[in-house]
C-alpha cells in the first residue's frame, strides 16, 4: 500500500523505449565521430536529439528538412564571410539581413518545411560568426559542421525507423475523433437549445485548438508512406472542419428568431430537431447516403413554397430550414470522409455539401507583425554584435549566435518573451551539468564504453521525458546544450577558466535576447487579437467593393482561416468568440447576395447593393473609431425595404436567387444584430441595447 499510485505520474513504457532508442542513436553517432575524428564530434551527437521524434513521419521530415537548412546556412557563410570579412560591421549587417529574410520566409510556412528555412537563417551565423578573425577557416567548418549533422540525421533516421518506429496517422485519428466527438456534442447542445455559454465556449476553444494542430500532422502523413488518396481526403475533412463553428453559429441565430416570433413555427419543428438529433448520434456508426437523404428528404418537406415566403413566419421557418440543411450537408461530408480514412477507402469521394463558397484554404499572415519580428531580430543580431565587438570578448560570439537563434524560433509567437526566458534559464542549467560532466565524470573515464554508462541514465531519462509536451521544450534544450557544452573529443583536455569562458556566453546571448525582447515587444496576445479583428472589418469592407466573385470567394475562405487564429486568442484574453463568428457570417452573407445579385430584376438589385454599401460604410466606421459601434437603424430600415422588395419580384427566371437572397439577407441582419432578424414596419420592434464595447447585451 505504501507504493499505491507510486508510479500513476511515470512516463508509458513507449516513451522508454523512445528513450533509450534516442540515446542510442545519439551515441552511434558519437562514436562513428570519434571514429573519422571529426573535429565537433558532439555537434553529431546534439543533431540525434534535435531531429528525433517518437513518430516515424515528423522525424524523417525534420531530417530532410535540417539537412537542406543546414547547406544551404553553410553555402551562405562559404560565400559572405570573404567577401565581407575586411569590414566587420557590413559583415555583422549581411548575417543579420540573410537571418531576418529567411526567418521572413519561414513564417510564411505553416507546415514542417518552415523548419528549413529558419534553420538555414540562423546556420549561417554559427558558421560565420567564429571565425571572423579567421576567414580562411570558414569552409573547413562549414564542411565539418554540415559532416557532423549528416551524420547525426543519418543516425537518427535509421535508428528511428527500425526499433520501436511509430506510426504519426493513429495519432491523426485520435486528434480526429476527439474533435468529432467534441463537435458532436458541441452540434447536439444547439440542436437540443440547451446552450450553457460556458461549457459551448469550452468546447469551442478545444475544438479549434484541436483543427489548428491538425495541419502539421497532415503535413508529416506522406513522410510515413501513406497513400496520396488518403491524405487528400484528411486535407478535404480539415477543409470542411473549419466551416462548422460559422454554420453552427448561423443556425442558432436562426433558430433564435423562430422561436421569438413564430412560437407556432417552432414547435412544429421540435421533431425535426429530435430527428435531427439523433441522426446525428447515428452518423459515428453509419454514414450512409441513404440515411442522409432520408433526413433530407424530411427537411425537403416541411420547406415552405417560394410564395408562402411573404408571411414572416414562413420567411423565419424557410431560414431555419435552409441552415439546417447546411449543417446536415457539412456534417454528412465530415463523417463520411472520416470513414472513408478510417477504412483506407481509396475511391474517388463525393461531397454532398457543395457551397460555392467552398474553397482551397487560403493561410492569413498578418505580414506587418512578421516584419515587426524580423525587424527586432535583425536589429537585436547587429545590436548584440556590436557589444560583441565593443567588449573584444573573445567568446562572444557565441553569445550573439544564442541571440539569433532563441529571437529565430519564437518569432511567430506573439509573446515571446516568457519562452525565451525558458531557454535562458534550461541553458544556465546546462552549463552546470555539463561541468559536472566535464570536471568531475570525465576525467575518471578512460574508453568509450565507460562514458556511454555515465551518460545512459540521465540522458536516457531526461530524453524519455522530451515526449511529454510540458517538458519539451526544458529537456530538450537541457539535454541538447549539454551535450554541446560538455564538447566531447578524441582526447580529455579541460580547463576551468576556458570552460567558463567559452560556455557562458550562450546564457549571456539569452538574457540579452529575452530582455531585449520585453523592450521592442512589449505587447502580447492582446494586440494580435485587436489587429485580426480590424483586419476582419477591412475585408468586409473590401467584400462591399466591386470584385470578381473568385476574389471574394479567395477573400472568404482567408477569413475562414483567420478566424482560426482569432478564436484562440480571444479565449487567451477572456474576450467573447462570438463576435468574431458573427463578422465572418457578414462576410459570408455579402458573399452570398454577391452571388445571386446579377440573377433578379433590376430594383430589388438596387437595394440589395445599397444594402452592400450601407454594411461597408458601417465597418468602415468602425475602423475609423477603433472599436465595434451600435448598427445604424437606417441600415436595418434598409433590409427590411430590399427583403419586402424581394417579395413582389417572383419571376420565373429569378425564383430560386430570390429565395437565395432572402436566406442571405436574414442571415445578415441576424449577424450583425442577434435576436432582430425583422423589422415589422407595422410595429417596429426596438434595437437591443449595446454595452460600452459596442457588443449587444
Known sequence: MIFKGFFSGMPPARDWFYGVRTFAASMIALYIALILQMPRPYWAMATVYIVSNPFVGPTSSKALYRAVGTFIGAAGAVLMVPLFVQTPLLLVVMIALWTGTLLFLSLHLRTANSYALMLAGYT????????????????????????????????????????????????????????????????????????????????????????????????????????????????????????????????????????????????????????AREWLQGTARDASPARWSALRNEL??????????????????????????????????????????????????????????????????????????????????????????????????????????SCSFFAAMDDPAPQIYRFFFWTAMSVIFASLYVFLVLPNLHDFPMLVLAFAVPFICVGTLTVQPQFYLGTLLTIVNTSSFISIQSTYDADFLTFINANLAGPVGLLFAFIWTLVFRPF?????????????????????????????????????DRLMQHLPRLAQ???????????????????????????????????????????GEYFRAC?????????????????????????HHDQ????????????????????????????????????????IDGAPL
Open 124 to 275: 549561417l551565423p554559427m558558421i560565420a560568426l567564429p571565425v571572423v578573425d579567421n576567414p580562411l577557416a570558414v569552409f573547413d567548418i562549414a564542411s565539418a559542421r554540415t559532416q557532423e549533422i549528416f551524420l547525426g540525421i543519418i543516425c537518427a533516421a535509421v535508428v528511428g525507423a527500425v526499433f520501436w518506429p511509430r506510426r504519426l496517422a493513429p495519432v491523426l485519428s485520435g486528434s480526429t475523433d476527439k474533435w468529432f466527438a467534441e463537435a458532436t456534442a458541441y452540434s447536439d447542445r444547439f440542436l437540443a437549445r440547451e446552450v450553457p455559454a460556458q461549457e459551448v465556449g469550452a468546447l469551442r476553444s478545444s475544438m479549434v485548438m484541436t483543427f489548428n494542430s491538425l495541419e502539421l500532422m497532415i503535413g508529416q502523413l506522406p513522410h510515413e508512406g501513406v497513400r496520396p488518396q488518403i491524405v487528400r481526403n484528411t486535407k478535404k475533412l480539415r477543409g470542411r472542419m473549419i466551416h462548422l463553428l460559422p454554420v453552427i453559429d448561423a443556425l442558432d441565430d436562426a433558430l433564435i428568431a423562430l422561436e421569438r416570433r413564430a412560437p407556432a413555427q417552432a414547435a412544429e419543428l421540435q421533431p425535426m430537431l429530435a430527428l
Open 300 to 405: 425537403d418537406r416541411l420547406q415552405p413554397t417560394a410564395d408562402a415566403l411573404d408571411d414572416r413566419r414562413q420567411l423565419l421557418l424557410s431560414n431555419v430550414l435552409y441552415r439546417l440543411r447546411e449543417w446536415v450537408d457539412l456534417w454528412q461530408d465530415c463523417r463520411s470522409l472520416q470513414h472513408a480514412i478510417l477504412n483506407e477507402d481509396l475511391s474517388s469521394w463525393r461531397a454532398v455539401y457543395r457551397h460555392w463558397r467552398l474553397g482551397r484554404l487560403t493561410p492569413f499572415l498578418d505580414r506587418g507583425l512578421m516584419l515587426y519580428s524580423v525587424f527586432s531580430t535583425v536589429v537585436a543580431i547587429i545590436v548584440a554584435s556590436l557589444l560583441w565587438m565593443l567588449l573584444g570578448w573573445s567568446n562572444g560570439g557565441s553569445a550573439v549566435i544564442m541571440a539569433a537563434v
Open 524 to 560: 502580447g496576445v492582446e494586440l494580435a487579437a485587436k489587429r485580426l479583428t480590424r483586419f476582419s472589418w477591412h475585408d468586409i469592407v473590401s467584400l462591399t467593393q466591386p470584385g470578381t466573385l473568385a476574389e471574394h470567394r479567395h477573400m472568404g475562405v482567408q477569413m475562414l
Open 573 to 615: 484574453t477572456g474576450q467573447d468568440s462570438g463576435s468574431a463568428l458573427r463578422d465572418l457570417r457578414v462576410a459570408l452573407s455579402l458573399l452570398d447576395l454577391h452571388a445571386y445579385l446579377p440573377r433578379i430584376p433590376v430594383a430589388p438589385r438596387a437595394l440589395l447593393e445599397h444594402v452592400i454599401v450601407e454594411v
Open 623 to 647: 475602423l475609423k473609431a477603433n472599436e465595434r459601434l451600435p448598427v445604424p437603424e437606417g441600415m436595418l430600415k434598409t433590409m427590411d425595404q430590399a427583403r419586402r422588395t424581394l417579395r
Open 652 to 691: 420565373d427566371d429569378s425564383g430560386d436567387a430570390r429565395v437565395q437572397l432572402l436566406h442571405a439577407l436574414a442571415g445578415l441582419r441576424m449577424a450583425l444584430l442577434p435576436g432582430v432578424e425583422i423589422v415589422d414596419p407595422v410595429n417596429e420592434q426596438e434595437q437591443t441595447p449595446y454595452g
